[in-house]
């Protein structure tokens, strides 16, 4: 993850067609910076899920930073204050376990 930066919690916010909004979360043993990890989980969460309808927006957080850990200016500091947009996979291009 940029910086290093290392979480415990991994979360989604699944969004589906009729505007419903579920989110899901789990904690590690140990704190983590791996993506594979952190993608596998978020999956392993969207799986466990199953979303009865067609998912409208995905999102992935990772929560619960290592003390000592610098404070996230990152890209609102970059952009006046505006969080960055950053583009994803769209929820329909994921190979979900069926």
């Known amino acids: 993850m940029a910086r290093g930066r290392r979480g415990r919690t991994i979360g989604i916010k699944v969004r589906l067609d009729d505007f419903k909004t579920v989110t899901r979360a789990h904690t590690l043993a140990e704190a983590t910076c791996d993506v594979e990890l952190v993608t596998a989980e978020a ?3 969207l799986a466990e899920y199953a979303p009865p309808r067609p998912v409208r927006l995905l ?8 003390a000592g850990d610098p404070p996230a200016a990152g890209p609102v500091a970059a952009t006046g204050g505006k969080p960055a947009r950053r583009e994803g996979a769209r929820a329909d291009q994921l190979a979900l376990p069926v």
């Open 43 to 45: 999956m392993r969460l």
């Open 59 to 66: 999102g992935v957080r990772v929560a619960g930073l290592s």
